[in-house]
């Protein structure tokens, strides 16, 4: 079960990591054997997750880890935020932690102030979630290292839970398993680390919770999973006004760069925060036209497509 083996991680990786990284027994462990058990672990989870388990590239890292990453935000611990399982092999401690890229952040703004701004925006991760940051406990995780890496875990680190290696309550490990990736998608569902005023100016409202909805929703429509899959199953040809690239721009490129957007047509209501499946491709969403999916959403009900249908006024 996972809490056994990021425990066996946590107590055997500081003997292990002086033997010879290539080839590895135990990194193929972590990366193969942990990662699949995790990866089990989301079956019966309403999220669509990429699994990693990782003790460095090329190198022992100072710090293994195990990160959740929902492709929404991030695909990988360089950039955006994640759930994530970091290992402290000196005290065998385990700390569940929802964490931010440390990579992205220090090519930014250089070590030092990429740390700050780390920690400022873990800060704010905790006040976009509050009920979360409650459950969970939001003082700042020691790794006893200094190296660069480590140390942006540190400072990004928002809120979580340590666990002692030798003495995990498996309850307890498991109901915070869940309950953190719930605060994940609530972040995400809130607008995830993007100010508000950014979120406002974009979604030219001044309504918090409107411009939050915004965000999420070009977020998916944007989203490479989202945009082809749609494409293929519901064609290429704008459902407002008829408009075909391939006929009427002679556009032959590619599928994922035909210039029509993907509009996501259900709105999201109902759902306990953090406990929902956003979409279901193709059935909740549109192919539209830059311009009809402008249009649209200005509409009073931005899924109405037999309203939009009846307002072009135009023939191809
Ligand atoms: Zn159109
Ligand atoms: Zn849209």
Redesign the pocket.
């Known amino acids: 079960m996972l809490h056994q083996q990021l425990s066996r991680l946590a107590l055997e990786y500081a003997s292990e990591r002086t033997k010879a990284f290539a080839g590895s027994e135990f990194g193929s462990f972590v990366r193969h054997d942990i990662g699949l058990t995790a990866k089990k672990q989301l079956v019966f989870l309403p999220y669509d997750l990429k699994v990693k388990a990782s003790v460095g590239a090329g190198n022992w890292a100072s710090v293994p880890w195990l990160g959740f990453f929902d492709p929404l935000i991030t695909e990988s611990a360089t950039k955006g935020f994640y759930v994530v399982y970091l290992i402290n092999a000196q005290t065998r401690e385990i700390f569940l932690s929802l964490n931010q890229g440390t990579t992205a952040a220090y090519q930014s703004f250089g070590e030092n102030r990429g740390r700050e701004h780390l920690k400022r925006t873990a800060l704010e991760i905790s006040e976009k979630v509050p009920k979360f940051a409650r459950y969970f406990d939001t003082s700042p995780i020691d790794l006893s290292s200094q190296d660069s890496l480590p140390s942006g875990y540190m400072a990004g680190h928002a809120f979580g839970r340590r666990y002692d290696a030798l003495s995990i309550d498996e309850k307890q490990f498991y109901s915070d398993f869940e309950k953190m990736l719930a605060a994940y998608e609530a972040l995400i569902d809130a607008g995830g680390t993007t100010p508000a005023e950014v979120m406002m100016e974009e979604a030219g409202t001044s309504d918090i919770e409107e411009s939050r909805t915004y965000t999420l929703f070009r977020r998916i429509e944007r989203s490479p999973n989202v945009r082809v899959p749609v494409l293929q199953k519901r064609g290429a040809v704008?459902?407002?006004?008829?408009?075909n690239p391939a006929r009427d721009y002679d556009y032959q490129g590619p599928l994922k760069h035909t210039p029509l957007d993907v509009h996501h047509s259900k709105p999201i209501a109902g759902m306990a925060e953090g406990e929902t499946r956003r979409y279901k491709i193709p059935d909740d969403f549109l192919v539209?036209?830059?311009?009809?999916?402008r249009?649209i959403h200005k509409q009073a009900n931005p899924a109405d497509l037999e309203r939009l249908r009846r307002t072009?006024k135009f023939k191809h």
């Open positions: 704008c459902e407002g006004c008829g408009l539209l036209c830059p311009t009809c999916h249009v072009v």
